[in-house]
Structures are given as structure tokens and as C-alpha cells.
């Protein structure tokens, strides 16, 4: 987004925005209120993984605290006056997108912000202090993000808590989320190996947070939360429902049931006992979505295709299918031996088992081992070197029940028509879970 905006354009993206969000008010005020009764105990709990801790002891507990003993050394304190300056006074065009939380702006921090700081280009986002959200769940994300740092995790760059004021200010991510290239972009640029890619940083940013010392869940696992950089390198971001693990004989921690329908894991919803695990199965289903190209949830499909693992999973060891369900806007950027290996990972990751699934450390092992081993360029070299480039069947029989695939430019359309499904389907859980759908991107 530039900032080349007539008044006219701004007047009509304000209004399209401010319409999308109303249609949507509902729906997360009921969630995030809920929200914020599970991230109190979330905030109280903090207790950072030492191995990846800045050198802050203990986190905050409160505001309160945190004013008393001003956060992490490697995390900035902006003045509201600063905030105003980076967004050029929350300028509307500057507008990148907006969540339960509150607006995400893009802003820079340089020389006219604060004399003498380096120029840097920075989301901020702003609490919205009439929602639902509130200090609990900013101080979460304060101290979640102040003190893990790691090549796939977002890095909080600052905040600013002056007054009534809670804005964070992140490194600014400016190929966006990857539910917008995904399932919303049109002429998407995402090729086989830049989805492995996008799959294998993602991987290691739950590794990480699983293989801390004091263990992380992260708990919000979807395309939306995950970000890239100009070079497709993703980074997880929204800590907002991160929880610690469980330690020493715990097998679990309890909780109430909170996350997004379509990738909240079985036994979680069942019985709101919470494990690594859970991520995995989190994971398994963004790489189901990476591989079809079809979003978690999507009621404009016929009714037995609307729960995209419900559909795909029994298919993703069955080779002739697989290859009828694979994104047909990668057509030929994949041997059927890579395909087939990545398809059964995430066969494995959604396994109704918690113990089926592997850990996330196998999974970057996994994902690695397939990235060195075959890249495009490595694909399209080799020839007869025995890689098999996957080509539609075109002989292949299509029976009833297995209608045939859209061709990419129904794809499209189709992808455009439809937003992520957001009512129940009968594999969905009971109404009683706090489980959400994707929130609006306005970009
Ligand atoms: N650091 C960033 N760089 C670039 N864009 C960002 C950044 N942070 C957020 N955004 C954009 O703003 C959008 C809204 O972010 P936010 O995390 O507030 O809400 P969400 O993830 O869409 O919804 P939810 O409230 O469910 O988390 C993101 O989807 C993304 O497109
Ligand atoms: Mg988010």
C-alpha cells in the first residue's frame, strides 16, 4: 500500500473497511472476551524459556510492573508522540490491516520520531480500547515477544504504554500474511517450492517455541498469523494465545478451549487438554493447505468438501488422488516422490492420535532433508536422473463422487468468491469452545 491515495480512494477504502469490520464486530467481540478471561491466567503464568530469554528475570505481571522495570533491553519504549509521528497521525491510508486487537498501521521510526534512531520500516498496531482485549493480553504479547527471538518468530521492535495508550511496534513484514497469496491474491506467486519453504521457516518457528526449555504453545496456528518478509521468509506472529507448557510430569495443561475452526486439534476441543501436539495437528493442516491451495474451512464447496482435512486427509496416501487434489496452480513444479512424501507429513501431523503425530523438530528434519535434496532448479535439470515431474492424467477416470478439479482460472474465481467459511459444519465443535474464524484482512 503507497501512499498515494486521492481522497476519493481513501473515502471508499474507509468505508469498505469500516462495513467489513462491522460485519465481523460481533462475531469477535463474543470471542474475545472469552479471550481475555483464558489470557489472564496465560499473562499470570509467564515464564520464559530460558535458553532463548533476553535479560529480564521474570516477566511483568502487570502494567504496573512493567512501568516499574521498563521491560527487555532489546525491546524499545515509544512515547505516544512517537506513535503519532511513525504513523503520520494514524494516517487511514496507512492502514495494513486489523484483528480482534485493534488497527495494524505501517509506520517508520527514524530521525523525525526520535533524533539519532535508525531508519526502519514498522507495523503498529493499536488496542482498539473499546473491544474486548485489553492490558492482560498486550502484556502477553510484550512478554512473549520480548524475550523469544528467533529467525521465524516476528520481532517486536518496541511499544508504547503511556496513559490509556498500548500500541506494539513490530518489524514490518511487507509481503503480508500468507492467507492473502494463498487464497485471496489472484495470480498467486506461490510456487511448490516457495510453499515448502514458507512451510519449513513456519516448522521451525514451532520447533523452536516447543524445544525451549520452559516449553511454548503456541495455540494460534493459521496462515493469517503467518507473515513474510520481501524474500518469502515467514515469521510466526500473534503470541496473544501463546501458553506456557507443561513441565516437569505434566502431560498437559488445561485450558479453556480457544484457538480458530479448522485447526484447533481433535482432543484439544474434546477435552481442553493442551499439548505441543495440538501445534502439530495446527501445522498439519496449513500444509494441507499449502498442497491443495483450499482453505481450512470453506463453505462454498459442496457440503462434504466444506472441512478441507475431513475431505483431503483419507486421500493424501491414496497416489492417484493426491495428484487430482494437488493445487493445480503448481502443475509440474513437484516430483511425485517429493509430493508424496510431504503429502503423507501432513498425513501424519493430522492424525487423530496426538501420539501419531511426529514432533516439530522431525518435522523441520523432514522438511530440510526434502528441501536439499530437491529444489526447482534441481527438478527441472535432472532430466532422466529419476525424478519424475508430476503431469495431470489426462486419461485418469473421473467417477461420480470425484468430481473433476476446477482449472486454475475457476480456481481463481472461485478463490475470490469465497471468504473462510465462519457458521458450523457438522464436523465443527460445539458451540461452547471459543474457537474463531479468520478475521478480516483489509488489504
Ligand atoms: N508486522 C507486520 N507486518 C506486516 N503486516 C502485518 C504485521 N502485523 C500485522 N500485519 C497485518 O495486519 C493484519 C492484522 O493483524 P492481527 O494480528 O491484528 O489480526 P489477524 O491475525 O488478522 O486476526 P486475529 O485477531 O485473529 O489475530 C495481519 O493479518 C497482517 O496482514
Ligand atoms: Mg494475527
Redesign the pocket.
Known amino acids: 500500500m503507497g501512499n498515494c491515495y486521492s481522497m476519493e480512494e481513501q473515502k471508499l477504502y474507509q468505508q469498505r473497511r469500516l462495513q467489513q469490520h462491522k460485519q465481523e464486530r460481533q462475531q469477535?467481540h463474543f470471542v474475545k472476551r472469552n479471550q481475555v478471561e483464558v489470557r489472564h491466567e496465560s499473562a499470570k503464568s509467564l515464564n520464559m524459556p530460558e535458553n532463548s530469554a533476553s535479560s529480564a528475570p521474570q516477566a511483568p505481571r502487570n502494567v504496573k510492573d512493567l512501568r516499574k522495570s521498563p521491560g527487555y533491553s532489546n525491546v524499545d519504549i515509544f512515547t505516544y508522540e512517537e506513535m503519532t509521528l511513525a504513523t503520520k497521525h494514524f494516517r487511514p491510508d496507512l492502514i495494513?490491516?486489523?484483528?480482534?486487537?485493534?488497527i495494524?498501521y505501517?509506520g517508520v521510526i527514524d530521525e523525525n520520531v526520535r533524533p539519532g534512531y535508525k531508519t526502519v520500516e514498522v507495523?503498529i498496531?493499536e488496542l482498539n480500547r473499546e473491544g474486548f482485549q485489553g492490558d492482560r493480553e498486550w502484556l502477553a504479547e510484550v512478554n512473549y515477544l520480548g524475550q523469544l527471538r528467533h529467525s521465524n518468530l516476528?520481532k517486536l521492535i518496541g511499544y508504547c504504554c503511556e496513559d490509556e495508550h498500548r500500541l506494539l511496534v513490530?518489524?514490518?513484514?511487507?509481503s503480508?500474511?500468507l492467507?492473502?497469496h494463498l487464497f485471496r491474491r489472484v495470480g498467486s506467486t506461490l510456487n511448490w517450492s516457495r510453499r515448502m519453504k514458507i512451510a519449513l521457516d513456519a516448522a521451525k518457528g514451532l520447533a523452536f517455541l516447543h524445544g525451549a526449555e520452559r516449553p511454548v504453545i503456541y495455540r494460534?496456528f493459521k496462515t493469517?498469523?503467518i507473515?513474510m518478509d520481501a524474500d518469502f521468509n515467514a515469521k510466526l506472529?500473534?503470541f496473544?494465545l501463546a501458553k506456557d507448557g507443561p513441565m516437569g510430569d505434566q502431560t498437559h495443561v488445561s485450558t479453556r478451549v480457544m484457538g480458530?475452526y479448522g485447526y484447533a486439534a481433535p482432543e484439544y476441543v474434546m477435552t481442553g487438554h493442551l499439548t505441543s501436539r495440538s501445534d502439530v495437528y495446527g501445522f498439519g493442516v496449513v500444509l494441507l493447505e499449502l498442497l491443495v491451495g483450499r482453505t481450512a474451512l470453506d463453505k462454498s464447496r459442496p457440503s462434504r468438501e466444506h472441512n478441507l482435512v475431513e475431505w483431503a486427509r483419507p486421500l493424501l496416501n491414496h497416489n492417484k488422488k493426491l495428484f487430482r487434489i494437488l493445487d493445480p496452480r503448481m502443475e509440474g513444479q513437484y516430483s511425485v516422490k517429493t509430493a508424496m512424501k510431504v503429502a503423507h507429513l501432513a498425513y501424519q501431523c493430522l492424525s487423530q492420535n496426538p501420539k501419531g503425530r511426529p514432533l516439530m523438530s522431525n518435522v523441520v528434519d523432514i522438511l530440510e532433508n526434502l528441501q536439499s535434496t530437491e529444489n526447482p532448479e534441481a527438478i527441472l535439470q535432472s532430466g532422466g536422473s529419476g525424478l519424475t515431474l508430476y503431469k495431470v492424467p489426462r486419461d485418469t477416470p473421473v467417477t461420480k463422487s470425484e468430481k473433476r478439479l476446477p482449472s486454475s482460472s475457476e480456481r481463481e474465481h472461485n478463490v475470490q468468491r469465497s471468504k473462510p467459511g465462519k457458521g458450523r459444519s457438522k464436523s465443527e465443535p460445539p458451540t461452547d469452545c471459543i474457537l474463531?474464524s479468520?478475521?478480516?484482512?483489509f488489504?
Do not use: H, Q
Not at 438 to 441: G, I, K, Q, W
Open positions: 469477535l495494513i490491516g486489523e484483528g480482534g486487537f485493534g495494524v505501517k507495523a498496531k516476528l513490530y518489524e514490518y513484514m511487507v503480508g500474511n492467507e492473502r494460534d493469517s498469523n507473515l506472529s500473534d496473544g480458530t474463531y479468520p478475521s478480516p484482512d488489504r
